[in-house]
Structure formats: C-alpha cells, structure tokens
C-alpha cells in the first residue's frame, strides 16, 4: 500500500526566513494535496499537483511535484507568523475500479518566532 | 455561508456511552467522508458516501456506523465509546469522489474526549 513520509517532522523558523517541506510517496503520485492545518482547526486546502515537474503558487507559499512523481517540496518564502500550523501531504490512492481515497502523510509541524 | 459543518465542536464522555457526531454540507457535493486524526495528528480516512451509498470503510471497529439520510448529510454514531477513541474527528465532502482527482472541503473538526 501507499504511503507518505514527510519531512521534518517539525520546523522552527525565525520570522522572515524561507523554508521547505517535503513529501515523498513510496508510489507514483497520481494527485497530491498541500493542505494546512491550524493548531486546534480544520483544514486548509492549499494546492493540488498532478502533473510530474509542476509547479504551483499561491501568496508566498510554492509547491512542486518532481518529474518522477514521487516527490513534493512546499517552500514558504519570507515565512510569517500565520504560516504556522501543520502541513499534511495527501495524495489519491486507488481502492477500487471507480474510485480514489486520500491518504495523508504525518504531518508537519511549523513554528514561525516573531 | 459555512460549507462543511459538523457538531458538536466538543464532546466529552464518559467510557461505554454512545454518542453521534453531525456533518452537513451545502455544497451540492456527492461524496462524503470521515477522517479520524489521532493524538499524534495522522489523519486517516474511516469512510466515505457517495451519494447515500457507502464506498470506503476501512478497518474501523463496527462500533462506528457512518449514517447518510441524504447526500448533504454524513454522521458518525460511535457505541460503547473506549479510551483510544479520544480524537479529532474531520467531516469532508467532494463534488463527485471517484477519480477525478479533486479537491475534499473539510469541517472544522470535532474534538472528542473519552474519561
């Protein structure tokens, strides 16, 4: 079965920095999902990838899928203190002829220092 | 104007009681699920609905039964409830599931606590 290893694990930045977190899958991506997580909230859907060497942005955050498909990296340029939260990969997984489910990676956990 | 509710927000129980959570979405969506996200926050999926029938039920104790009256509608009824339910309970839906690579909206969660 799938599964998504994230890395680190947790992160503490000073205000102003750049930072990356990666997600790699044992499998072929076939989706994959940036959310965010704010302590003691719901999630945040950030961006989908599907296509090997993509890449897309929103605000100063960039997501990245490699070319193998095996691979993301979420960069966080000149990081703020509302950048803080838990960042989950997720990516389509097949279960039957007709459908997908998401599994998600563990997570990591951003702390941004004022 | 809340796209995925669940309720309540907070629950906190005593060991061997039963209890249900609600989700509503009014997105017009046909698939719904529910994530389980444990203390140390993996998320995992429990189930998921696609239009009032159930389509992924993973390895979930049968004390969890997912109930969908309509399409807009998926709620968790947990028996007997046990210490190591105590989670972060996560409603989503998505506009068609299957394979179509979207993206699932999520509820604010529901934080459950068995004493």
């Known amino acids: 079965s799938q599964e998504l290893e994230q890395s680190p694990q947790s992160l503490i930045v000073q205000e102003g920095k750049n930072l990356t977190i990666n997600c790699t899958s044992s499998k072929t991506l076939y989706g994959l999902y940036w959310y965010k997580q704010k302590y003691g909230e719901g999630l945040i859907f950030l961006m989908m990838l599907q296509k090997g060497g993509e890449e897309k942005s929103h605000e100063k955050i960039t997501a990245k899928l490699d070319e193998k498909k095996q691979q993301s990296s979420l960069h966080i340029t000149a990081s703020q203190p509302s950048h803080a939260g838990i960042y989950l990969c997720?990516?389509?997984?097949?279960?039957?002829?007709?459908?997908?489910?998401?599994?998600f990676g563990p997570g990591t956990s951003l702390s941004v220092i004022p | 104007d809340t796209a995925v509710s669940q309720t309540p927000k907070y629950l906190v129980t005593q060991m061997g009681n039963d209890k249900s959570i609600k989700c509503e979405q009014n997105?017009?969506?046909?698939?719904m699920y529910w994530y389980k996200q444990d203390s140390k926050k993996f998320l995992k999926i429990m189930f998921s609905?696609?239009?009032?029938?159930?389509?992924i039920n993973e390895t979930v104790p049968n004390r969890f039964s997912p109930k969908s009256p309509d399409k807009a509608h998926l709620n968790l009824h947990i028996n007997s409830l046990e210490l190591g339910d105590s989670a972060v309970y996560f409603c989503?839906?998505?506009?068609?599931?299957?394979?179509?690579?979207?993206?699932?909206?999520f509820g604010p969660g529901t934080r459950l606590l068995v004493l």
């Open positions: 609905y696609n239009n009032k029938e159930l389509i």
């Open positions: 989503a839906s998505s506009r068609f599931g299957g394979r179509t690579q979207e993206t699932q909206y």
């Open positions: 997105l017009g969506h046909d698939t």
């Open positions: 997720g990516a389509e997984t097949p279960i039957k002829t007709s459908y997908d489910k998401v599994i």
